[in-house]
């Protein structure tokens, strides 16, 4: 059963820490997405990446955060220096889409939860 | 721009009773919809989408949905709920170019009473 991994599950950090969150999407998949859920906003697109390469990353907040695919099986997360307002579920997604077709599901995984303190 | 809009918060409905949860989307062309549930403390799960054809479609769990082109909708729809169908639903739309990520609305939390 082909399942988005994350790890890790939790985090609690101090304000001005590292955070790193990683994501394994499904075997196969070419594209990763990066969603953050809270009660306030919802749902948020943060990037999302197809065959490695980032496509729309304009939902994340350039300063602190930034999103990478080192390889096709891992993609990360990081915010540096994080800050209390952070404090999220932050999910990853995977997909396989051919020639752009939107016919495509999207595949989630079991989140992060960030506490900044 | 594509956008879904989930006009409630909450719904309430009687285990047994049939529920329907309601999304309305804004997208340039066709649209690609999709219903998502998520249960507390896990991911979204895909229940069921409207790519083309009938108007109605049928997804996991007993649950359907129903496109309505004109209201530019897609009602998730279940004709006898469960206590076990209680969870937050996204309805999340896509455009025809599949150059976008799915834009989610902001969930329906389902509330079945036994």
């Known amino acids: 059963d082909a399942r988005v991994t994350q790890t890790p599950r939790h985090k609690v950090t101090e304000m001005g820490q590292e955070v790193t969150m990683r994501c394994q999407p499904i075997l196969g998949h070419n594209t990763v997405f990066w969603y953050r859920q809270t009660m306030m906003q919802g749902l948020e697109l943060l990037a999302y990446?197809?065959?490695?390469?980032?496509?729309?990353d304009s939902g994340m907040p350039k300063d602190r955060f930034s999103a990478e695919m080192p390889d096709a099986t891992l993609a990360t997360l990081k915010i540096q220096p994080s800050e209390p307002r952070d404090s999220a579920v932050y999910f990853c997604a995977s997909g396989l889409v051919l020639e752009a077709r939107p016919r495509y599901e999207q595949y989630f995984g079991p989140g992060t939860r960030l506490t900044v303190t | 721009a594509q956008s879904v809009a989930q006009p409630e918060d909450q719904v309430n409905v009687a285990e047994g009773n049939p529920l329907t949860v309601k999304c309305t989307y804004s997208?340039?062309?066709?649209?690609?919809l999709f219903w998502y549930v998520q249960y507390p403390n896990r991911g979204l799960q895909f229940l069921l989408k409207?790519?083309?054809?009938?108007?109605l479609v049928k997804g996991s769990y007993g649950f359907e949905a129903e496109f309505n082109k004109s209201q530019t909708s897609f009602h998730l729809k279940k004709p006898s709920a469960l206590v076990s169908d209680s969870a937050l639903y996204f309805c999340?739309?896509?455009?025809?170019?599949?150059?976008?990520?799915?834009?989610f609305g902001s969930g329906t939390r389902l509330q079945v009473q036994p």
């Open positions: 997208v340039s062309g066709n649209p690609y």
């Open positions: 409207y790519i083309t054809g009938d108007n």
């Open positions: 999340a739309v896509r455009d025809e170019t599949g150059r976008r990520a799915l834009t």
């Open positions: 990446f197809r065959n490695r390469a980032p496509l729309d």
